[in-house]
């Protein structure tokens, strides 16, 4: 190994981005290009990681060069390579600005550099001249935000194939749908050993959507109001979110029909159902291997996954988002934006493309509702009337966004479906995995609602 790629060996772990926590490196390797020879250097490194299970992940890291420490980079010091003189100094080129135009000249100029090529949006106007500033949400990938004129988000882990986001955005551009930030273009990387493989997508630039707020931080404002007021109800409150997630149910139908009118659709047979039946047990089977306490629900779980099997209902499977959350949608003054169409970024890339049902995403921020309900109940546990008052905001919101949807798109989307409910309970199986691995003080938000989600499933309650 390499003094850089053991360097890097000790870097990635502790990255935000690095989806493999806690798994064990069997091995390393590295090859790279130069994307920009001029200050900073800027390289580009692939480097794939062999885990003791055998099973390998590939990621993007792009590094700024410099021959003499840079003060103001102390935090994005990656480390120091030594040659014959003296040291170079690599960085983390996403967090040094002098290197984040370059992203943007390529993209104008259609640049093919090394392996990499540049792809613009039709008629796209690609912002020049402006630094990049990295967004310092907790994400899985990186994004460097221009000015108030685009976005550009960087994917961390490449696979073969086009990227779901940029698919889904680059097909949405035809509809003019109000509800997603226009893609303004992307670029992929090719497999320098094997020609068949199909090219991985390394970065898309969106246009920046000024003066917006996440879901999940409106949300979270209006639970902590709530919380405030210890005597009133969640309708009664200043800060009711519950006209917010009607227009949020009603973004997300409108999203969804736009999807089913220019990616492909499919009526779902018996086999499909047989087949999320199956897919659900076998990730939960997964899940207990890396959280144990999931053990005491699998027996509820398995019968609420079975039931999708026994009652298939009439489903047509198109493209969906496919980790719908309040972090993946922004409020601007004049309604919803849905991102990232990525999936779940844990899921390999050909299952994220699939075929589904969009009641996969309505499940997802039915979890979300949840989730910001809950949270802050972690630093008090014992709380009940606080408990008690999540739940109450959670309902309300919940119901809010399935009345949003249904009058937007006709469907009944949170009527009782063993789908639906089933989609719910994979869901908070899968949080489970990601609370472990990344905030294991989240944990119990998504076990404890476990307990709740078969219950209701056991009784055939219609859930809220
Ligand atoms: N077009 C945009 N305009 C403004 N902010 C954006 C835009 N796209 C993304 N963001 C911000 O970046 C965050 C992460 O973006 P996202 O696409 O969800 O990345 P990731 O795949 O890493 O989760 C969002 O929560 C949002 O705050
Ligand atoms: O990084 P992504 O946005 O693609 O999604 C991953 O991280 C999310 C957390 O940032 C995680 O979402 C979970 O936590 C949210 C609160 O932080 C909550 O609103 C979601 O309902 C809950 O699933 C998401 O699951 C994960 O894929």
Known sequence: MNA???????????????????????G?????FFLDRSHPVLSIHRVTVTYSDGATETYLVPLSWRDHPAEELSAALVGTV????????????????EATATWLTHLAEAATVGPMRFVPGEGAEIPAGL?????????????????????????????????????????????????????????????????????ATVLMLQR????????????????????????????????????????????????????????????????????????????LDA?????????????GLRAVYAAVAENPEPVVRQRVHGDLHLGQVLRTATGWIVLDFEGEPA???????????????????????????????????GDQQRAYRAQEWAERNRSAFCAGYAAASGMDACGNSPLLRAFEADKAVYECVYEARNRPHWL?????????????????????
């Open 208 to 283: 920046f959507v000024p003066n917006a707020s996440d879901g999940w931080r409106l949300a979270t404002a209006s639970v902590r109001d709530l919380y405030a007021e210890g005597d009133l109800h969640a309708d009664e409150v200043g800060g009711d979110f519950a006209a917010d997630s009607e227009r949020l149910g009603a973004a997300t139908a409108s999203v969804h029909a736009d999807m089913a009118q220019v990616l492909p659709t499919e009526e779902a047979d018996r086999d499909w159902f047989n087949t999320v039946a199956r897919q659900m047990t076998e990730r």
């Open 347 to 381: 899921r390999p890339l050909a299952a994220r493309r699939e075929l589904d049902s969009p009641m996969r995403d309505v499940a997802g921020m039915l979890r979300s509702f949840d989730y910001a309900a809950r949270h802050m109940l972690v630093e008090q546990p």
């Open 131 to 199: 630094p990049g500033d990295v967004l310092s949400a907790e994400q899985s990938n990186t994004s460097l935000v221009y000015g108030q004129e685009a976005i550009l988000k960087l994917f961390r882990r490449l696979e073969p194939g086009l990227n779901p986001d940029v698919e889904v955005h680059s097909a949405l551009r035809r509809t003019g749908n109000p509800h997603i930030a226009p893609l303004l273009g992307h670029a992929e990387i090719d497999h320098d050993r094997d020609a068949d493989t199909p090219p």
């Open 82 to 97: 030594p040659h014959e003189n003296g040291e170079n100094y690599a960085y983390d080129a996403m967090r040094d600005r």
């Open 28 to 32: 390393v390797t590295e090859e790279s």
């Open 287 to 299: 899940a207990i291997e890396v959280v144990p306490q999931l053990a005491e629900h699998a027996d």
């Open 444 to 464: 119990m938000i998504p076990l404890q609602s476990l307990s709740r989600l078969t219950a209701a499933g056991q009784r055939g309650e219609p859930r809220t």
């Open 4 to 26: 850089l790629t053991g360097l890097l060996r000790e870097w990635m772990p502790s990255q935000r981005w690095f989806g493999s926590k806690g798994r064990e490196w069997a």
